[in-house]
């Protein structure tokens, strides 16, 4: 007899918590998934429009597309920018297309390593 009070109801019913656990675990895995995937991601946006914004004529970018080149002139009534790829030649662009500034591209190659 004592044996069954010290084990409990017979079946090994859990009570109240096992919901609770469960709810818990949830719980965290949503939020391991937001610090390690969507708050990164949102920074990064935030930080690549804030470059967007604060591009100035004369800065040396490069697009999306790898092209390298300086931008020359901005129109904002469409959002396109201007930039000259070699002397004489311009292309007109969107302003999103832009990637990173040229400085900061140069400084990633420096620092890859050498194969």
């Given at each position: 007899m004592?044996?069954?009070?010290l084990?409990?109801?017979?079946?090994?019913a859990?009570?109240?918590?096992?919901?609770?656990?469960?709810?818990?675990?949830?719980?965290?895995?949503?939020?391991?998934?937001?610090?390690?995937?969507?708050?990164?991601?949102?920074?990064?946006?935030?930080?690549?429009?804030?470059?967007?914004?604060?591009?100035?004529?004369?800065?040396?970018?490069?697009?999306?597309?790898?092209?390298?080149?300086?931008?020359?002139?901005?129109?904002?009534?469409?959002?396109?920018?201007?930039?000259?790829?070699?002397?004489?030649?311009?292309?007109?662009?969107?302003?999103s297309?832009?990637?990173?500034?040229?400085?900061a591209?140069q400084?990633?190659?420096?620092?890859?390593?050498?194969?």
């Open positions: 004592l044996n069954i009070l084990m409990g109801a017979p079946g090994g859990q009570g109240g918590n096992g919901g609770m656990v469960q709810l818990l675990f949830f719980g965290g895995m949503i939020l391991v998934m937001w610090l390690f995937m969507i708050r990164p991601q949102t920074k990064k946006a935030k930080a690549q429009k804030d470059f967007i914004s604060n591009l100035r004529e004369g800065d040396k970018v490069v697009t999306i597309a790898g092209i390298h080149g300086k931008i020359n002139k901005f129109f904002p009534e469409n959002n396109t920018v201007k930039i000259e790829v070699s002397a004489g030649t311009y292309l007109t662009i969107e302003r297309a832009i990637s990173m500034e040229y400085t591209a400084q990633k190659a420096a620092e890859a390593p050498a194969k």
